[in-house]
T-cell receptor, first 112, second 114 residues
């Protein structure tokens, strides 16, 4: 699976948009970009995923660059409950190879 | 829909014992994966089951095993426990196989070995 690079930590003011970057310069054409977050003492929570196009759901938006070498997760109106470690993952499209490989992620702190 | 349910939430064992952890996937999900999370190694893949068959396995010793039942519920077993097995064990389920199927995690079982 392609390696991802994320900043180790970020701060964001409550109510503002949180923009979390991820570099995946070695991504292959059939690899999906996934985002998860983990709040202390809980399991990782699925946020969103995409292949080529930008995606939006009730939690966040995912912007993938045209060359697919980087992406940005956007939390439009951050709240204190969004404080967590955010993981960007690229996932190969091999049927039967279902494992997720998590890196060290970005620790996002929402400031009141 | 109820989420992924793992039991028990906390477990304390001693070296040499064995343990069985349980996972009930989201209703309708047929694929179940298990992961081990430790502060030093992060989140590591153990194995994945689909339709009662192990389809993928990580780099863990044979002391770690699992199974899946016909209702998709899964168990993992660790025998001859070692201190290094202390970790958060996470189960994740997805509707089927394929990288366009998100895995949804439970809150894990925290296993402590004394």
């Amino acid at each position: 699976d392609a390696k991802t690079t994320q900043p180790p930590s970020m701060d964001c003011a409550e109510g503002r948009a949180a923009n979390l970057p991820c570099n995946h310069s070695t991504i292959s054409g059939n690899e999906y970009v996934y985002w998860y977050r983990q709040i202390h003492s809980q399991g990782p929570q699925y946020i969103i995923h995409g292949l080529k196009n930008n995606e939006t759901n009730e939690m966040a938006s995912l912007i993938i660059t045209e060359d697919r070498k980087s992406s940005t997760l956007i939390l439009p109106h951050a709240t204190l409950r969004d404080t967590a470690v955010y993981y960007c993952i690229v996932r190969v499209a091999n049927f039967g190879n279902e494992k997720l490989t998590f890196g060290t992620g970005t620790r996002l702190t929402i400031i009141p | 829909k109820a989420g992924v349910t793992q039991t028990p939430r906390y477990l304390i064992k001693t070296r040499g014992q064995q343990v069985t952890l349980s996972c009930s996937p989201i209703s309708g999900h047929r694929s179940v994966s298990w992961y081990q999370q430790t502060p030093g190694q992060g989140l590591q893949f153990l194995f994945e089951y689909f339709s009662e068959t192990q389809r993928n396995k990580g780099n863990f010793p044979g002391r770690f095993s699992g199974r899946q039942f016909s209702n998709s519920r899964s168990e993992m077993n660790v025998s001859t426990l070692e201190l290094g097995d202390s970790a958060l064990y996470l189960c994740a389920s997805s509707e089927g196989q394929g990288s366009n199927q998100p895995q949804h995690f439970g809150d894990g079982t925290r296993l402590s070995i004394l």
